[in-house]
């Protein structure tokens, strides 16, 4: 490529097609590092707020094992739904099941409590080798 | 340009990526915190939840004022191979975006999306040929046009360009012109959203199948709403962009054999030839991820390790972002002017309004998937 060509390019690869490949790279090594961090070396699991909502009910307490499945607490959250054209708004009860084995190390919130999504409800010690 | 080594080119791309770096971590850290807690009207957050002003548009605007302002309309030489990286962050974060579908549901999508995205496509395509064959364009204008309006701007024109003969200053005058009209779109498309009330599934689909630029699609669906996760507008409107993306050898090949019977040449290119060719490989990487995502193997729907991949996705998306702003050059778009302008306008927004007037007729606020 020309001096001049490499000025109005827009990747810095040789072609579109290597710039496509070097994507397919990019994304594949991000994903091996971010899932063998997360196998490998994560020490403990902090399990976050999937949504917006009041703790009504928390279902382990620090030192339990858990297996994967198992329900961690209950939730009360409000749901949106369009019906017929109208947005809708309803008190729903949730239950949170781990989505990963391990021992509870501690709890971060007590029953009652409002959390916002993404807030830290309980730390799970991580077991080696698998997905949290 | 000397020709550098693997370790010299690498070098060179530094100082343009860490100005993109830095410039998104203040605004996503630091700027984008601070304006959410400004009152305006009396009302917190004001700034970030009423008028959108997210760390995605706020990184597009100083990504262009890097360019026209401080830069004066050229990126300097030594930021120009980090700038370049631009698509590279894009391609990643797309390939990426696969992890939040399922092979489920791109199979409840596909009827819908593909009709749709077929008749847009087509539909732009010819509406484009007509109205520059009304102002007298060159076909080869008219054929970068034609894809860039009817695809996806700037690699649907730079694909077709070859097949057409079409001239460097053309493929830069279409790209500018369809990126010209894509800002605007990005700018007033999600107020409109919010006004009419628009799920997410909607703004994705109408974004999606009526804004011309990939960046520009996911730049406007992470404005109405910044969340990355399945069922967001961002999620949505990047399905259809991608079944979008996917037309782009079929549309070369379509605009390519009609370039050529026009000028009453023989050009020997088989299906399969532009297909090797031309088919933008990263949407195959995509679909790999869409893969690895049905079979639980990039984590549980709402695990942890998902929600990192997640907020990877998020900064390799926002360093394209500053990336994107600073490929927006006034002084071009500017330069665009005469008939390019005008189809590049109207055909935008044609099918701006168009899709909007089909999707609140005929698609539903929630989505089957």
Redesign the interface.
């Known amino acids: 490529m020309s001096?001049e060509d490499?000025?109005?390019?827009?990747?810095?690869?040789k072609t579109?097609?290597h710039?496509?490949?070097?994507?397919?790279f990019?994304?594949?090594l991000?994903?091996v590092i971010?899932?063998s961090?997360?196998a490998f070396f994560l020490p403990s699991?902090?399990?976050?707020a999937?949504v917006d909502g009041k703790l009504t009910e928390i279902k382990v307490k620090v030192g339990d094992t858990i297996a994967e499945g198992q329900p961690l607490y209950v939730y009360e959250t409000k749901k949106k739904?369009?019906v017929q054209?109208q947005?809708q708004e309803t008190a729903v009860t949730e239950t949170f099941k781990s989505?990963?084995p391990g021992k509870v190390l501690s709890l971060k919130l007590a029953a009652g409590e409002a959390f916002k999504k993404g807030n830290g409800l309980l730390v799970v010690e991580h077991v080696k080798g698998t997905?949290? | 340009?000397e020709e550098r080594g693997f370790l010299g080119?690498l070098a060179a791309?530094v100082p343009g990526l860490a100005m993109m770096v830095l410039t998104l971590y203040l605004l996503k850290q630091v700027v984008e915190p601070w304006l959410a807690g400004v009152a305006v009207f009396g009302q917190k957050g004001y700034i970030t939840k009423s008028i959108g002003l997210n760390y995605v548009l706020m990184s597009i605007l100083v990504g262009m004022a890097y360019r026209n302002l401080l830069f004066r309309g050229r990126i300097p030489d030594w930021a120009?191979?980090g700038f370049?990286?631009?698509?590279?962050f894009i391609?990643?974060g797309?390939?990426?975006l696969g992890?939040l579908y399922t092979i489920q549901s791109l199979a409840k999508v596909g009827g819908l999306a593909i009709a749709l995205i077929v008749a847009f496509v087509f539909g732009t395509i010819f509406f484009v040929m007509w109205m520059g064959k009304k102002l007298g364009m060159d076909r080869s204008m008219v054929g970068v046009m034609g894809a860039a309006c009817g695809v996806c701007g700037?690699?649907a024109a730079?694909?077709t360009s070859p097949g057409v003969k079409a001239k460097?200053a053309e493929v830069?005058l279409a790209i500018a012109t369809i990126l010209g009209f894509g800002i605007m779109s990005m700018f007033i498309t999600p107020p409109i959203g919010r006004a009419l009330?628009l799920?997410d599934y909607q703004f994705g689909a109408w974004v999606g199948t009526g804004i011309l630029n990939s960046g520009q699609v996911l730049a406007t669906c992470l404005s109405f709403n910044p969340a990355i996760a399945p069922g967001t507008a961002v999620a949505y409107g990047e399905i259809w962009n991608v079944v979008r993306v996917i037309s782009i050898p079929f549309v070369v090949f379509f605009i390519t054999l009609w370039y050529w019977r026009g000028e009453a040449k023989e050009e020997h290119m088989s299906l399969w030839g532009i297909l090797k060719?031309k088919f933008?490989?990263?949407v195959?990487?995509f679909f790999?991820?869409t893969a690895?995502s049905s079979f639980d193997m990039?984590?549980?729907e709402?695990?942890?390790?998902l929600?990192?991949?997640r907020d990877?996705m998020a900064w390799?998306f926002g360093i394209g972002m500053v990336g994107l702003g600073a490929?927006i050059d006034f002084g071009e778009i500017k330069k665009a002017g005469g008939a390019p302008l005008k189809i590049g306008v109207a055909a935008g927004t044609l099918k701006l309004v168009l899709s909007l007037v089909i999707i609140l007729l005929f698609i539903?606020?929630?989505a089957s998937f």
């Open positions: 001096a490499k000025k109005k390019a827009l990747t810095v690869f579109d097609r710039e496509d490949v070097a994507a397919c990019f994304a594949g991000a994903v971010v899932l961090y997360m699991v902090t399990i976050k999937p739904k369009f054209g947005m989505k990963t997905l949290p | 340009m080119k791309i120009a191979e370049r990286t631009t698509r590279l391609k990643t797309v390939i990426m992890s700037v690699s730079i694909a460097p830069a009330g799920s060719s933008p490989i990263f195959l990487g790999g991820m690895l990039l984590g549980k709402g695990s942890e390790t929600h990192m991949l990877w390799i490929y539903g606020k929630e």
